[in-house]
């Protein structure tokens, strides 16, 4: 049995999607990576004996000039990682902003959705744990503080928001004996 599960990461620019993204699909950290233009997408297929989630991550852009192209990836989202850097106050400021712009576009009663803290290995924060903690207790939703720079939380938080996903459907056929951590793991590209 093959399943397809499409997660959007919405946040500012800078705040580390794309590197996130890298880490997950990768295990790798670049220094260098360039601003995202528009939306990147990758894959990572999740195996365990037959059955197999092909996990397709959207990565947009999160600068203001590409934000008008964004909601058209919000069609047929099953999860959302909403991501802020503890470096910069004003990208979790935004949040409440990535969180309304979602709400115009789809049902976010009919997804999942986790916020991110990443950049946690740098010791200047600008926003504190409680905080973010908070703001997750806000919304019902997940918190995760990650680093994509040393791998911290990376792998949890998106099991977390993949295991949602196929609860959430009732297709929780593929975790029955194993976590999501424990399946195999194969990195696509998707070009």
């Known amino acids: 049995m093959t399943d397809r599960?499409?997660?959007?990461?919405?946040?500012d620019g800078a705040v580390?999607?794309?590197?996130?993204?890298n880490r997950y699909v990768d295990e790798k950290f670049s220094e260098n990576i360039q601003a995202t233009l528009g939306v990147e997408y990758r894959q990572k297929i999740l195996t365990?004996?037959?059955n197999q989630v092909i996990v397709q991550v959207w990565d947009t852009a999160g600068q203001?000039?590409?934000?008008?192209?964004?909601?058209?990836?919000?069609?047929?989202?099953?999860?959302?990682?909403?991501?802020y850097s503890v470096?910069?106050?004003?990208?979790?400021?935004?949040v409440q902003t990535w969180i309304d712009n979602l709400k115009e576009q789809i049902d976010?009663?009919?997804?999942?959705?986790?916020?991110?803290?990443?950049?946690?290995d740098i010791s200047?924060?600008?926003?504190?744990?409680?905080?973010?903690?908070?703001?997750?207790?806000?919304?019902?939703?997940?918190y995760f503080e990650c680093s994509a720079r040393t791998g911290t939380q990376v792998k949890e938080m998106y099991t977390e928001l993949v295991q949602q996903i196929l609860l959430r459907r009732g297709q929780n056929q593929i975790i029955q004996n194993k976590k999501l951590g424990e399946i195999e793991e194969q990195p696509q590209k998707c070009c």
Not at 16 to 21: A, I, R, V
């Open 108 to 120: 976010c009663e009919q997804i999942s959705i986790v916020l991110v803290a990443n950049k946690c």
């Open 5 to 11: 599960v499409k997660i959007l990461m919405l946040g």
């Open 64 to 83: 203001e000039r590409f934000r008008v192209i964004t909601p058209i990836f919000y069609r047929n989202a099953q999860g959302v990682s909403l991501v």
């Open 16 to 21: 580390g999607k794309s590197s996130l993204l």
């Open 87 to 94: 470096v910069d106050k004003n990208s979790f400021q935004q």
């Open 48 to 50: 365990q004996g037959e």
């Open 124 to 142: 200047q924060r600008e926003v504190t744990t409680l905080e973010g903690q908070q703001l997750a207790q806000k919304y019902q939703i997940k």
